[in-house]
């Protein structure tokens, strides 16, 4: 049965790297389906892996194994790790990559054992890709290693209601600059007052709704309210950055 490999790191691309994990995996499983979600995590980011694999991962089919390299810590005590939750396998550092996928879902997670002959600088390649082509050939992850229960977790995202107001962060930063905030959508309503420092915004649409230039809130694709500038920057012009806070307009019977 062919299976799907996901591939999240921040090797880039104008080095070998990616293409060396790539033929660690094909070597153990040819019949794999690569599929690259980004390489372009900013270096050592794990909060913005997090923040990828868990939008990304669930729109894969049950059955896809991903891997999530995102590593500062490699060579030293920091365990690795290969998990299961909802019908996929992960394997990745412990180091809080997987905090997304696991917070709230049951899930299994092995320790998994280093070999003697890995590089201690590139266990994506000696150490995860080989593992991820072990579970997409249908290995048991109990054949891995040792079921462990305290895999490490980054804090949610701030999310918390006050009075009328949800009270949430700038979550992400995406490639345009936009922000993407930790407040639901769902959460948020019609013509919500958003105000992200001092800058008050009102839920609209979509970007068109506002000139070129000017900044917008509204309901972005994932669900969760976004901020942009139509044809600019929101980081930029806002001045506005992960962890910031952001509050908006609660809904009627919304909860936090």
Do not use: C
Request: net charge negative; hydrophobic share 45%; charged share 20%.
């Amino acid at each position: 049965m062919t299976v799907i490999v996901t591939l999240l790191t921040d090797f880039g691309s104008s080095d070998g790297y990616v293409a060396e994990v790539k033929g660690s995996i094909l070597r153990l499983a040819p019949d794999a389906v690569l599929v690259d979600v980004s390489h372009d995590v900013t270096p050592g980011d794990v909060a913005g892996a997090a923040y990828v694999l868990g939008r990304t991962w669930t729109a894969f089919p049950e059955g896809t194994v991903h891997v999530a390299v995102v590593d500062p810590g490699v060579g030293t005590g920091r365990r690795a790790l290969a998990a299961e939750a909802g019908g996929h396998g992960f394997v990745a550092p412990d180091n809080g990559v997987l905090s997304r996928v696991l917070e709230g879902r049951k899930a299994r997670v092995i320790a998994l054992a280093v070999p003697a002959d890995a590089s201690p600088v590139f266990h994506g390649r000696d150490v995860f890709a080989p593992v991820a082509a072990r579970l997409a050939r249908g290995e048991s992850l109990d054949s891995l290693g040792t079921e462990i229960g305290d895999p490490v977790s980054l804090p949610a995202p701030r999310l918390e209601r006050r009075g009328g107001d949800l009270v949430g962060e700038v979550e992400h930063v995406d490639r345009f600059g936009t922000l993407v905030t930790s407040l639901p959508g769902r959460g948020v309503a019609d013509g919500a007052v958003v105000r992200v420092g001092a800058h008050v915004l009102v839920l609209r649409r979509t970007f068109g709704d506002v000139p070129p230039g000017d900044a917008v809130a509204f309901v972005g694709s994932g669900g969760a309210v976004e901020i942009a500038v139509r044809e600019g920057r929101a980081d930029a012009a806002l001045g506005a950055a992960r962890g910031v806070e952001v509050r908006a307009t609660a809904r009627s019977g919304g909860t936090a």
